[in-house]
């Protein structure tokens, strides 16, 4: 089955990129609404997971928090700060080979993994 790309699409890709923040869906659906009220909740979440799926956005699931999107597909880690719920870019090299490293004893064959920090960013700190 083949897909088209609607204004809709272009809509949730457009404030992922413009959001810059690791949003929430309800993030994006507001920044949405503010010039496209017609746009429904339902088709913003259904774009995030097609763009998800197609590579275009990175869905972060976090424990315990809404999923998040980033605009940055490219392989890196996370902190999610524990007072304010923000999440931020962790500037460190990616280990590659990580999975390779695991040798899990229960039979997982493990297909990919995210890594989320916890702390406390430097606002909350002060």
Known sequence: ??????IQFALVFDAVNLLQN???A???YEEIIKTHPHVSKCTV???LNRLSEMGKIHKLSIPGSPDRFDHMCHK???IKCKMCGCIFDVDMEYIADLQKQIRDTHGFEITG???VFQGLCPSCRK
């Not at 089955?1 to 609607?6: K, L, Q």
């Open 26 to 28: 309800d993030q994006i």
């Open 45 to 47: 979440y259904r774009n």
């Open 76 to 78: 890196h880690y996370h």
């Open 113 to 115: 993994h995210d890594i």
């Open 1 to 6: 089955m083949t897909t088209r790309n609607t």
């Open 22 to 24: 690791h949003a929430t």
